[in-house]
């Protein structure tokens, strides 16, 4: 069973817009991964959140984490063509470190 | 520094045939993954090892077997192909525990099973 759900499934925006996705899990966690993927490519890992954090940033990309709501959020600030891609947040089935990667959000950023 | 490779990167099997798929890093990491990738579900973890000689199931081992005879390479087989197996099979590999660090990916091998 898939641990983490990205939501929405599809986000469609416009160049120098900002572009949000959610990723809900179901059990407690060690730590939250966003990654990328580019079509046709493997993933690239964006950001690590641990569970006693909150926030973290890098570069135009923030993610924050909320325990509490067992939930997570990507937010792209100024979002460019080139981040046109999915977007997987993976956790670990209740501290397992086992990694689960959910469903995906499909981002196309219009130029 | 190739990071992670991954062969073939294509192939077309029939019904009951079987291949073994290679993924090899050049990074040293003890941990190495294997997933399947299908429309709509995201990644799936097939089997992991921890470390030479070591393999462990996931989510979806069925009908797969691996084997990481060297510490730089995790192969997975696939002994009768099924169609229901046509997928994109992605390996990775991470220092340690995966979720403690990011993981390398490899770029993919698309199978398709007739």
């Known amino acids: 069973s898939q641990q983490g759900e990205e939501d929405p499934q599809a986000l469609s925006i416009q160049e120098g817009e900002n572009a949000t996705m959610n990723c809900s899990y179901k059990?407690?966690?060690?730590?939250l991964q966003w990654y990328r993927q580019n079509s046709g490519r493997g993933l690239v890992h964006l950001i690590l959140?641990?569970?006693?954090?909150r926030e973290k940033h890098s570069g135009r990309l923030r993610v924050t984490l909320d325990t509490s709501k067992k939930s997570s959020s990507l937010l792209i600030t100024a979002s460019r063509a080139a981040d046109t891609a999915s977007y997987f947040c993976?956790?670990?089935?209740?501290?397992?470190?086992?990694?689960?990667f959910g469903r995906g959000t499909s981002l196309i950023v219009h130029p | 520094n190739a990071g992670v490779t991954q062969t073939p990167k294509f192939r077309v099997l029939k019904t009951g045939q079987s291949m073994t798929l290679l993924c090899a890093q050049d990074?040293?990491?003890?941990?190495m993954y294997w997933y399947r990738q299908d429309p709509g579900m995201g990644l799936r973890l097939i089997h992991y090892?921890?470390?030479?000689?070591?393999?462990a199931k996931g989510e979806v081992p069925d009908g797969y077997n691996v084997s990481r005879l060297k510490k730089q390479n995790f192969l997975l087989g696939l002994e009768s192909a099924a169609p229901s197996q046509t997928s994109v099979y992605f390996c990775?590999?991470?220092?340690?525990?995966?979720?403690?660090?990011?993981?390398?990916f490899g770029p993919g091998t698309r199978l398709t099973v007739t």
């Open positions: 090892s921890v470390g030479e000689g070591t393999t």
């Open positions: 990775a590999s991470t220092p340690r525990q995966a979720m403690m660090y990011e993981q390398y």
């Open positions: 990074m040293n990491h003890e941990y």
């Open positions: 059990t407690s966690i060690n730590n």
């Open positions: 993976a956790t670990d089935l209740g501290g397992s470190y086992i990694p689960t």
């Open positions: 959140i641990r569970s006693n954090e």
